[in-house]
């Protein structure tokens, strides 16, 4: 069975609970689903095939694809929203497509620990969610900001690259502003938004070190920043944004993040023990007054054992969540051990697993 248009394919993909579509010339269109690539159809796609749904994709900017080799966008299909990135590969055209929840998901349905309910509350400083790609990062960064949509009058300001959620104005005045489409870079467009008189930041992405700096001073001044980076723990996280600087500058930096960071968020999709979908794992760092002198002095590495003593501020390690998830038959202990910073502590944690309360999955 061939797709006729990009929009049947994502149909398909939507009936079917997938997460990712990806078309390569030579071989049949294929979908994630429960974290596994799987075949649409028997069919492989012929190069003109994968060049009429390049076309399909990127509407009005095929003509950049071809002088800039990859184009990031986002569209809608059939009434669904899509993240697609489209490159060449071997002088084909390939797209990987990302479906989209067709609405922005209540922090309460999304797994996550009680204590992220309170950062929508919080009025300056920033919270980071960090995590692999696929790991959910987009749905939890939308959700913070909507929280905030329906019960603040605020003035909300995005950059995203590209947009996925787009948000409904109830109580907040809210502008979301793409990459490449509405402004030139992160770094432009971020230094243009503290003269937009914002309340509220989010920034998809902290790539680079004028991104980084220009949202510590954002946090400095009394806004409120969500942001995303692509690390695998909130240790990580730290380092990763003082080391972006040259060294004679990573003591100030070092300062500005104890000054402003209030919590980390590491997540992970971790597939069902019933095989039927994943659901979200996450290290929560509340960034206590222990937190800001170990990050302040450089001591990064001592950041793991304050998270692991901060379940009274809300806090929790990756481990112990993992660990709990199971415990409530949410996961199998196998896949408790292989998504663990420390597989050794949570197989010994999870040799009974006794039910529980269930946790919402992914799909």
Same mark, same amino acid.
């Given at each position: 069975?061939?797709?006729?248009?990009?929009?049947?394919?994502?149909?398909?993909? *939507?009936?079917?609970?997938?997460?990712?579509?990806?078309?390569?010339?030579?071989?049949?269109?294929?979908? $994630?689903?429960?974290?596994?690539?799987? #075949?649409?159809?028997?069919?492989?796609?012929?190069? !003109?095939?994968?060049?009429?749904? /390049?076309?399909?994709?990127?509407?009005?900017?095929?003509?950049? =694809?071809?002088?800039?080799?990859?184009?990031?966008?986002?569209?809608?299909?059939?009434?669904?929203?899509?993240?697609?990135?489209?490159? +060449?590969?071997?002088?084909?055209?390939?797209?990987?497509?990302?479906?989209?929840?067709?609405?922005?998901?209540?922090?309460?349905?999304?797994?996550?620990?009680?204590?992220?309910?309170?950062?929508?509350?919080?009025?300056?400083?920033? @919270?980071?969610?960090?995590?692999?790609?696929?790991?959910?990062?987009?749905?939890? =960064?939308?959700?913070?900001?909507?929280?905030?949509?329906?019960?603040?009058?605020?003035?909300?300001?995005?950059?995203?690259?590209?947009?996925?959620?787009?948000?409904?104005?109830?109580? #907040?005045?809210?502008?979301?502003?793409?990459?490449?489409?509405?402004?030139?870079?992160?770094?432009?467009?971020?230094?243009?938004?503290?003269?937009?008189?914002?309340?509220?930041?989010?920034?998809?992405?902290? $790539?680079?070190?004028?991104?980084? !700096?220009?949202?510590?001073?954002?946090?400095?001044?009394?806004?409120?920043?969500?942001? %995303?980076?692509? %690390?695998?723990?909130? *240790?990580?996280?730290?380092? $990763?944004? @003082?080391?972006? +600087?040259?060294?004679?500058?990573?003591?100030?930096?070092?300062?500005?993040?104890?000054?402003?960071?209030?919590?980390?968020?590491?997540?992970?999709?971790?597939?069902?023990?019933?095989?039927?979908?994943?659901?979200?794992?996450?290290?929560?760092?509340?960034?206590?007054?222990? @937190?800001?002198?170990?990050?302040?002095?450089?001591?990064?590495?001592?950041?793991?054992?304050?998270?692991?003593?901060?379940?009274?501020?809300?806090?929790?390690?990756?481990?112990? +969540?993992?660990?709990?998830?199971?415990?409530?038959? $949410?996961?199998?202990?196998?896949? /408790? #051990?292989?998504? *663990?910073?420390?597989?050794?502590?949570?197989?010994?944690?999870?040799? %009974?697993?006794? &039910?529980?309360? /269930?946790? &919402? *999955?992914?799909?």
């Amino acid at each position: 069975m061939r797709f006729s248009s990009v929009a049947d394919l994502v149909a398909k993909a *939507a009936e079917d609970g997938a997460s990712d579509i990806h078309l390569v010339c030579g071989i049949p269109p294929k979908y $994630r689903l429960r974290g596994d690539l799987a #075949c649409m159809c028997d069919e492989a796609l012929t190069h !003109e095939e994968c060049e009429a749904y /390049a076309k399909e994709l990127a509407g009005e900017l095929y003509p950049r =694809l071809g002088s800039i080799g990859e184009l990031d966008l986002a569209r809608e299909f059939g009434g669904r929203r899509v993240r697609v990135n489209l490159f +060449f590969q071997q002088e084909h055209l390939s797209a990987a497509i990302r479906l989209l929840s067709s609405s922005i998901p209540q922090l309460e349905n999304l797994g996550l620990p009680p204590v992220v309910s309170e950062f929508p509350s919080l009025h300056s400083g920033i @919270v980071l969610v960090t995590g692999e790609t696929g790991s959910g990062k987009s749905t939890t =960064l939308a959700a913070l900001p909507e929280r905030i949509n329906q019960t603040r009058d605020q003035h909300i300001i995005t950059l995203e690259d590209p947009i996925e959620y787009v948000y409904t104005p109830a109580r #907040c005045v809210i502008n979301q502003r793409e990459i490449g489409r509405d402004t030139r870079s992160y770094s432009d467009g971020l230094r243009a938004i503290l003269r937009e008189d914002p309340d509220v930041i989010l920034i998809g992405e902290m $790539r680079d070190l004028d991104t980084i !700096e220009t949202a510590l001073t954002a946090a400095e001044t009394g806004h409120l920043v969500f942001a %995303t980076l692509h %690390t695998g723990s909130a *240790a990580d996280s730290v380092d $990763r944004i @003082v080391n972006v +600087f040259p060294e004679g500058k990573q003591r100030q930096i070092r300062l500005q993040l104890s000054m402003t960071l209030r919590a980390v968020l590491s997540q992970q999709l971790v597939r069902t023990a019933d095989v039927k979908g994943r659901v979200l794992a996450c290290e929560t760092l509340i960034v206590t007054s222990a @937190v800001k002198n170990l990050i302040r002095e450089g001591k990064t590495p001592q950041i793991a054992n304050a998270l692991s003593t901060s379940a009274k501020e809300g806090g929790i390690t990756m481990d112990n +969540f993992l660990i709990n998830l199971c415990r409530a038959r $949410r996961i199998t202990p196998q896949s /408790a #051990c292989d998504a *663990a910073r420390d597989p050794d502590y949570v197989r010994k944690s999870v040799g %009974t697993a006794a &039910p529980g309360a /269930a946790y &919402p *999955a992914y799909h």
